[in-house]
């Protein structure tokens, strides 16, 4: 299906198709960090520790359509679960059209450049440490921010 060029101006999240849909993703890896929530008063604290399945030099997944099989974890965002949406940074695609903002001008959706994010300073690929290098008793140690 041909998707027209500015779609996500006319449509809300709910009414995409798969492929508009996933076109959304700058491919900023945020998603991807592992999350930490506070038992007592559940605060949510993101890391700079990147799920095992992040290429940290793509920031991509290596697996994306079994990721969920693989990680229960994953952070799989959908219009109907708008809630994820305050999980990502403020310049996330699917959180800018969710709160009613414009995508920030280094998109690649606007710039026609798929390295524009990493240009951008946006990636966390520059930052990140793959989890399989991460013993779970040191997350407390990679934490970079608090999200609530």
Same mark, same amino acid.
């Given at each position: %299906? $041909?998707?027209?060029?500015?779609?996500w101006k006319n449509k809300t999240l709910a009414e995409m198709n798969?492929?508009?849909?996933?076109?959304?993703?700058? +491919?900023?890896? &945020?998603?991807? #960090?592992?999350?930490?929530?506070?038992?007592?008063?559940?605060? !949510? &604290?993101?890391?700079?520790?990147?799920?095992?399945?992040?290429?940290?030099? $793509?920031?991509?997944? %290596?697996? &994306?359509?079994?990721?969920?099989?693989?990680? +229960?974890?994953?952070?799989?965002?959908?219009?109907?679960?708008?809630? #994820?949406?305050? #999980?990502?940074?403020?310049?996330c695609a699917y959180r800018c059209l969710n709160e009613?903002?414009?995508?920030?001008?280094?998109?690649?959706?606007? /710039?026609?450049? /798929?390295? +524009?994010? /990493?240009?951008?300073?946006?990636?966390?690929? /520059? &930052?990140?440490? +793959?989890?399989?290098? !991460?013993?779970?008793?040191?997350?407390?140690?990679? !934490? !970079?921010?608090?999200?609530?």
């Amino acid at each position: %299906m $041909t998707t027209e060029k500015y779609y996500w101006k006319n449509k809300t999240l709910a009414e995409m198709n798969d492929q508009e849909w996933e076109l959304l993703c700058d +491919s900023c890896g &945020y998603c991807c #960090l592992v999350k930490l929530e506070d038992e007592d008063d559940n605060a !949510i &604290y993101t890391t700079n520790v990147a799920c095992r399945l992040l290429d940290t030099q $793509t920031c991509r997944c %290596m697996d &994306y359509v079994e990721r969920q099989t693989r990680v +229960s974890a994953c952070l799989v965002l959908r219009p109907d679960k708008p809630e #994820l949406f305050n #999980l990502l940074p403020e310049t996330c695609a699917y959180r800018c059209l969710n709160e009613g903002r414009e995508l920030p001008a280094w998109h690649p959706l606007l /710039s026609g450049e /798929s390295n +524009s994010v /990493s240009k951008a300073g946006v990636a966390v690929c /520059s &930052y990140a440490v +793959s989890e399989e290098f !991460i013993h779970p008793d040191q997350l407390q140690d990679h !934490i !970079i921010h608090r999200l609530r």
